[in-house]
Each structure stands twice: as C-alpha cells, then as structure tokens.
C-alpha cells in the first residue's frame, strides 16, 4: 500500500516536476524547442524516474532499517542506477517520437543524468532526513509509552502494599473485638461461647477468603455482617436487635471487603456496647445517581468522625477507600432522626468490571 501511495504522488506530482525540468534543462537549448515541447520532454523525464522511484524508495527505507549510514548508501544505490535507466528510457521514447535526433541522444542523455541525478540526491537527502526524524519520533514515543506503562506498574504496586498494610491492620482489630466479646461470655456461659468459638471459626474462613480480592459483592459482604452480629447476639441477647434492608439492584455490586463490617463493628461499640438496654442497627443500601450508598445506622448517641482515634478502624477504611477509589468514595456521620448514621458511598462497580 505505501508502494502505491508513493508511486501515485510520483504520477501526480510529474507534471509539476516537468514543468521545473523544462526550464531547468531544456533553458540552454531554448532557441531550439518550443515551451511545448520542452514540457512534453520534461514529462517523459519525469515519468520514466519518478515512478520508478516511488515504488523503489520506500521499499528501500524500509528494508535499509535505522541505521543512518546505511540508510543513505541504501538511497544512493537505488536512486543513481534508476535515474541512470530512466533517462536512458525516456531518451529512447523521445527519440521514438522524433523529438530528439539521433545525434542528439547521448549527449542530452549525458546532460540530463547530470541534472536528474544532482536533483534526485537533492530529493533523496529530504527524504533520508525525513525518515531519520521519524524514526528519532518514533522511538521517543516508544521511550514514553514504556515510562508511563512503568510509572503506571509502579503506582499499581505501591497502590497495593498500601492496601495490604491496612486490611493487615484491620483484621487483628476484628478479631480482637470479637475475641472480648467470646472471652466475656466464658465465665457466665461456657456453651454460648463454645457456640460463638464455631461461628468465629467460619466466619474467619470466608473472610480469609473473601479478603483475598480488592473487591467482593455486597451479597457476600452482607453474609459476613450476618455472621459477625449473630456472634455478637449471642453476648448482649435480647439488647442487640438488627435488620437488613438491600434491595436485588444492589447486592450484585461490589464494595471492599471488611468495609460494611467495619461500619457495624462501629455501630456495636458506640450503640449497642454503651447503653444499658443495648439498641438497634440496621443496615440499608441503595442505588443513588453518584453510586452506591451503604447506610449503617444504629440508636445509640453517636461519634464524630473527626474524633476517632488514629489507627481506628474508620480511620483505615477512609484510607482503603481513598487507595482503593480516590474521590469517588467518601465516609460521611451524621446524626438523623434520632439515630446515628454513617455512610459509605462508592462507585456502582460490576464483578464483570472487576474482572477485566
């Protein structure tokens, strides 16, 4: 296809070419041919170089590779011989034609190859430099591609030891929480701990598992909360009451592992744990034009965010969050109709998206 294109421009441009040769070449002898003739000569001139050289050059350059030196003795070598047989043929076609005499051919033929081949130099030194500048392009640009893909390898990787550093912070949180709760029910109720000694078992085994990707669905999440707060009913009893409000629309979404049960492990120390006849939390998500929103609400007095003490377990979910999505996810508290509220907000991600 650049064969093409190359020897088409050749086509194209000869007229043009012609007219330059006619004054370049034929001015010496002017008082012998009319502007016409001189014209038509020039275009037989043309013709016979140029298209032969725009088949030839590219295959040239490209075979001739990146290399400078050999680029150049690649053009020179093509370009003198071609230009050599082209003036020989189109000398032939115009003495064929009876516009040059038979003993004028060689020495037109002698003065044309002088003239064609300082011009087709000319030509070939524009299109030698033309194509060292874009290959000198080209390999800048292959030079950036590699640095941003590398610099992008690199963030990925930080992106990720960070990650790694607060889930490891989190789980020994979540595990101490709930190790109190088992090792407080041991002197007034060996069986029900024995029973939340099972649940804690399970429940650490699908959290292990699920902890192992950056994202799961909110489904299985929402299993390990369940889980989570049935071993916490059985500490506080009848003081601890909770409810689940997700709609199908919502489930199937994806949110960071531990994040929901980070919210409700809150929601147990500051509502449930402080009051005397305990309370409720309930869990409710929904589909929201900026992404999903998971609320955790509980009837206890509430906190303020701005308060919570370094390496909480809030304060590393907001920095999950924020390593995870950026500006896209936020933690909000507020305090509404009589409950303490906080929410989670993140983007509506698909398992498809996460995949790819």
């Known amino acids: 296809m650049r064969k093409v294109r190359s020897s088409l421009w050749a086509v194209l441009l000869a007229p043009g070419v012609a007219s330059l040769f006619a004054v370049a070449l034929f001015t010496p002898n002017w008082h012998e041919a009319t502007a016409l003739r001189s014209f038509v000569m020039s275009l037989v001139y043309a013709y016979s170089i140029g298209v032969p050289v725009g088949f030839a050059l590219p295959v040239v350059v490209r075979r001739a590779g990146r290399s400078p030196a050999r680029l150049a003795l690649a053009i020179a070598a093509v370009m003198l011989p071609l230009i050599g047989i082209g003036c020989l043929a189109a000398g032939a076609i115009l003495a064929a034609a009876g516009l040059i005499h038979a003993g004028q051919f060689w020495p037109v033929y002698a003065f044309t190859v002088r003239t064609a081949a300082i011009l087709g130099m000319l030509i070939s030194a524009v299109v030698y430099f033309f194509e060292l500048l874009a290959a000198q392009l080209q390999e800048t640009r292959l030079r950036l591609q590699e640095r941003e893909l590398e610099q992008e390898r690199e963030r990925k990787l930080a992106l990720e030891a960070r990650l790694a550093s607060l889930e490891s912070r989190i789980h020994p949180h979540f595990l101490f929480n709930t190790l109190n709760s088992i090792s407080a029910l041991i002197p007034v109720d060996a069986e029900r701990a024995e029973e939340m000694l099972g649940r804690l078992a399970a429940l650490l085994r699908s959290s292990l598992d699920s902890t192992r990707k950056p994202l799961i669905s909110l489904a299985t999440e929402l299993g390990l909360v369940k889980n989570y707060l049935d071993i916490e ?77 370094p390496g909480h377990g809030l304060e590393n979910l907001v920095a999950r969050l924020e390593t995870l999505f950026g500006s896209e996810a936020r933690l909000e508290v507020a305090r509404r109709d009589g409950w303490c509220v906080v929410a989670m907000l993140v983007p509506a991600t698909r398992a498809e998206a996460v995949a790819s």
């Open 233 to 309: 009913k059985a500490r506080f009893g009848a003081r601890l009451r909770f409810r689940f409000a997700a709609p199908p629309e919502t489930v199937e979404l994806m949110v960071p592992p531990l994040a929901v049960q980070c919210l409700v492990e809150n929601a147990v120390k500051h509502g449930i744990a402080t009051e005397v006849n305990g309370g409720e939390i309930e869990v409710a998500a929904r589909l929201e034009a900026a992404g999903l929103r998971i609320e955790v609400r509980d009837s206890g007095p509430g906190f303020d965010l701005a308060g919570v003490i």
